[in-house]
C-alpha cells in the first residue's frame, strides 16, 4: 500500500508565490507519472501539471508560465512551484502518482489535498 503526504498550502496575496510539496511512502518500485490536480468551490477537478520519469511536463494553458513542476526520485516527492499567484488559483490541490509496485502492476495514489488561498 502507498500513501502521499502533501504540504505547502496557505493563505497568500496575490502576485505571490508557494511551492507545494507531496511525498509518498510504501511499497513502490517506481513512479512513471506524478502530477497536482485542483479543485475550487463549486467547480470540477482540473489538472494543473504532470512529469514522467523522462522529466516530460504538461501544464494547463491556466498556469503556464506561472507554475514549474518538477520530481526528486531518491524523495518520491514532487513539487510545484506556484508564482504570480491569482485569485482564480483559489482551490483545494491535489497530488496524484501513478506507481509501479515490485510486481510491475501498476496502481493510481491521491495525496489528503492542501489548501490554497490568494486573497487581498
Known amino acids: 500500500q502507498v500513501q502521499l503526504v502533501e504540504s505547502g498550502g496557505g493563505l497568500v496575496q496575490p502576485g505571490g508565490s508557494l511551492r507545494l510539496s507531496c511525498a509518498a511512502s510504501?511499497?513502490?518500485?517506481?513512479?512513471?507519472?506524478m502530477g497536482w490536480y485542483r479543485q475550487a468551490p463549486g467547480k470540477q477537478r482540473e489538472l494543473v501539471a504532470t512529469i514522467t520519469s523522462a522529466l516530460s511536463t504538461n501544464y494547463a494553458d491556466s498556469v503556464k508560465g506561472r507554475c514549474t513542476i518538477s520530481r526528486d526520485n531518491a524523495k518520491n516527492t514532487v513539487y510545484l512551484q506556484m508564482n504570480s499567484l491569482k485569485p482564480e488559483d483559489t482551490a483545494v490541490y491535489y497530488c496524484?502518482?501513478?506507481?509501479?509496485?515490485?510486481?510491475?502492476?501498476?496502481?493510481?495514489?491521491w495525496g489528503q489535498g492542501t489548501q490554497v488561498t490568494v486573497s487581498s
Open positions: 510504501g511499497s513502490i518500485f517506481s513512479i512513471p507519472v
Open positions: 496524484l502518482m501513478t506507481v509501479s509496485d515490485y510486481h510491475r502492476r501498476l496502481s493510481n495514489y
